[in-house]
């Protein structure tokens, strides 16, 4: 017992150990957030409900089928089989089955349809939408985190390569090579250094949080991502703004989300203008009953009255409209209005649209420039360091020199590997904008 007990701790740890070393790539990061968030499932919500809309709208051209049974007591006078009144107490059953479908309605029903149908691929469009939106959300932030990682990390180097200078120069001063206020300067580098790590550090954590409150996590607390190694396989694929605007006015879903809208208000048009034509239906209908009258000393069996009572009917009905106060009219006028209000939303989507991504492509292209400078930058300042370095070591140079050349050097890379995510990300929002 004791031997399982132990077996079943150290499973339990190791469990623990494995979920806090899994680290979260973006495409897990993008699932999770797509099948948590809120606003998606309340949008499939409505478009399940628009698909309710649909199948019943088809389901309306069908014949419909109802039954009815009566039980009626009479005292006094009472209505008998043969359709005459006696002075008898009575009581009846009576059974009946009835159908209807319309045959001919100005083609409303089609018309309905094909509205209905519209309005749900507008739907799930709009779910398309939410979902990209959700994507372009979930891989800012993930790009924010690996990029505050990334500057975790830099800190870290240049706290790693103070401490290092430090150890030398106590050496140095245990050796009597140095005096001992020769290493006071690099103390309060350090100092500094270690503050800029804890806000680097503090930095990631919110990012962290941030990451999990868009997956809609519970808990945020050892939670990692993992670097892609294809980061920045787009580097080369910046296309014009013209080319993503062609691409994105084909498959963006806000864009076929309008343009279904204005089918919806089309098919409105004509659903209106039935109200002027002729309507034709046609009913069936079948009926029998039982009666039972107390002045009558053999009533005849139920099985009997059930089969000599029955009666069957079909009708045909012409509505034929001729005033009906102006409301077909102006409803026809109404659904005009909501065409050219859907017309006006497709314009201003696309207008949208556009001015989105040029300001994204300017954006990127942007990027891509700052990054490429913040690299030359880096370099110039790898360099400078090496020198300054160099001159400090034969004592051509002092401390207060060495210290600027290594802050310039950490704030070249810190804005290159800022510029670099910007990049990144800028050019997701390219890639989604399509």
């Not at 150990?17 to 979260?24: E, T, V």
């Not at 239906?281 to 005849?300: D, I, V």
């Amino acid at each position: 017992m004791k031997t399982k007990i132990i077996t079943a701790i150290i499973l339990f740890f190791c469990v623990l150990q494995i979920s806090a070393q899994h680290r979260w790539t973006l495409p897990e990061c993008i699932d999770t957030a797509l099948a948590n968030n809120r606003n998606i499932k309340k949008q499939k919500l409505n478009y399940k409900s628009g698909e309710i809309s649909y199948n019943q709208a088809k389901a309306n051209r069908l014949p419909n089928l109802n039954a009815s049974l009566g039980q009626n007591f009479n005292f006094g006078r009472s209505l008998a089989a043969d359709n005459t009144y006696q002075n008898s107490n009575s009581q009846n059953t009576s059974f009946s089955l009835s159908s209807g479908v319309t045959l001919f309605n100005g083609f409303r029903m089609k018309n309905t349809i094909e509205a209905r149908q519209a309005e749900l691929l507008a739907a799930g469009a709009d779910v398309q939408k939410i979902e990209k939106d959700i994507i372009l959300n979930v891989s800012g932030v993930f790009l924010q985190v690996l990029q505050n990682k990334e500057m975790l990390r830099n800190a870290e180097n240049q706290l790693n390569i103070t401490r290092e200078n430090i150890a030398r120069r106590k050496e140095l001063i245990e050796a009597g090579k140095l005096a001992e206020g020769e290493i006071f300067e690099i103390q309060a580098q350090e100092a500094k250094e270690e503050l800029a790590r804890v806000q680097a550090e503090n930095q990631l954590k919110l990012s962290l949080l941030d990451l999990s409150q868009v997956l809609e996590l519970d808990h945020f607390e050892d939670i990692d991502v993992a670097v892609p190694e294809n980061l920045l396989e787009n580097e080369l694929a910046l296309l014009s703004a013209d080319e993503v605007y062609s691409s994105a006015l084909d498959n963006r879903p806000e864009i076929k989300s309008a343009q279904h809208r204005l089918e919806s208000s089309l098919k409105s048009v004509e659903i209106a203008n039935a109200g002027k034509l002729p309507s034709l239906s046609m009913g069936a209908q079948w009926g029998t009953g039982y009666y039972n009258m107390s002045n009558l000393p053999n009533n005849a069996s139920f099985g009997k009255q059930f089969s000599n009572n029955m009666s069957t009917g079909i009708g045909l009905n012409l509505s034929i409209p001729i005033f009906n106060r102006y409301e077909v009219k102006n409803q026809v006028e109404s659904a005009k209005l909501n065409v050219e209000s859907s017309k006006i939303d497709i314009e201003n989507t696309k207008i949208e649209l556009r001015k989105t991504i040029q300001q994204a492509y300017y954006n990127a292209l942007a990027a891509k420039n700052r990054w490429d400078s913040s690299r030359k930058s880096v370099k110039a300042n790898e360099e400078s360091y090496r020198f300054a370095s160099q001159k400090y070591e034969v004592g051509r140079a002092n401390q207060y020199e060495l210290n600027l050349a290594k802050t310039n050097l950490s704030q070249s890379i810190s804005e290159e590997t800022q510029a670099k995510y910007e990049y990144v990300f800028r050019m997701k929002i390219l890639e989604l904008m399509k």
